[in-house]
Each structure stands twice: as C-alpha cells, then as structure tokens.
C-alpha cells in the first residue's frame, strides 16, 4: 500500500465473501464503504474490523437507482473520492425449480439483484471515477464460476453470471480513457451461507446428489486484495478461485 488512503466500496459486505473482503482491505489500511441490505449485518462487519478501521456503513438496495445515487453519494462526501468498488451483491434465486416451471418474478428477482444492480453500482463508480482527481480507479465484479459452467436449474444465475462477464469487458475498454480497470473474480465454492447446502449433497449433472469440498472465503479476499492493488497500468481481467477438489472441472 502506498500512504495514501485509498478508498473502497464493497456492495453486500453484511456476510460472505463481501465480508471477508471488507475485513481483509481495512486490515490492509484501506478505508472502507459498507454496503448492503442489511443495517445490522453491515455494523458486525464494521465491529469485526476493529475500531481502528476506517468504515462507513451505508444499508442500499442495490436494485434501485436512487439508492445506489445515495450510496456513492454518502462515500464522496466522507472522503470525497472513490478507488475501488468489489461489485459483490449476488443472489442465487430459488434453487430446484426446473427451467420449465422457473416463474417470471424468481427470474426477474435475479437479474434485477445480479446484472442491474451491477451495472447500476458500477455506473456511479465509474463516473466518480472518471471526474475525481486524480481520475481512475478499479471495479471488480464478482463473477462465478457458472460464468463458465452452469449448474443443474440454475437458468437465472447463470445467465447473469454470463452477462456480468461481458459488462466487465465493457467497462474495461470504456474505462481505458479514465484510468479505469476493470476485471472479474471468479468464486468456486467458497465457504458461505449460500454454499452451506454443498457441503452435505448438491445435484450434479448427472442427477445424482454429491457433497462438494469448499475453501476459506478469506482466501478470495485475499485474491480480491491483490488484484486491487495493483497500480492501474496493470490489471488482472479474470481469475478464477475455487476448492481445490470441487467437480468444477469435470462438471457434466
């Protein structure tokens, strides 16, 4: 780290691997903009930082535009700059619904949380960005590795995990003008809330019901941390994190 504070929104910091990346740039003396749903969740994860860490606790819902004005509003008036946003606010939408029978509102719910909310939040960033001085700044979205390969019934999740991989590419070459990387992390099984259900049998694509290893999400904060402090002349476009032992690979 340079000594100059650099600053950081993490969207969905109030659990999971928003949390864990949240903890590991303030333990790093980055100062921190927590964003979420969630008051409650959001203050654990400042008090879990420590009382030295520099946080601002900011509930939004990432789907709405106003919210989203207010989030990066809050952040500039406290520090008055942006260098980082982990573009993290995820939902994976109800699980076992066969395409067929997937309702419109299950649907929606997702691309609305996973792409819209994404672009939403990478749009204000990316105009602070571009207007502050001195200009530039990083946007890391949080990808998947079904941004590669799906999951059984997994239609929604997957679809925005495919776009959100082209928002990334956009950005990156809308960004180059303003000193604006741009690149996408790729999370396979980390351990989470969302990923309790892996550990004691997920359908496969075979149809059968199997366990499936997970890893530390400190360890992708830890990737997340690295690809952010990168000096803006390089950047990490994609990188994939995932259990070592996971079917991943040989999925399907």
Known sequence: MDDVRRIAVVTGAGSGIGRSVALELAGAGWAVALAGRRAGALQETAELAGGDADTLCVPADVTEPDAV???FGAVRERWGRVDLL???AGTFGPGGIPFADLPHEAWRKVVDVNLT???LCAQAAFRQMRDQ????GRIINNGSISAHTPRPDSAPY???KHA???LTKSISLDGRPYSIACGQIDIGNAATDMTLAMQSGVRQASGELAAEPVMDAADVARTVRHMAELPL???VQ???VLATNMPYIGRG
């Open 117 to 119: 909310g994404a672009f």
């Open 164 to 166: 959100l991989t082209g």
């Open 238 to 240: 994609f990188a994939t």
């Open 86 to 88: 982990f573009n993290n």
């Open 158 to 160: 997957t679809a925005t």
């Open 233 to 235: 002349e390089a950047n």
């Open 69 to 71: 004005a207010a989030l």
């Open 133 to 136: 001085d001195p200009q530039g």
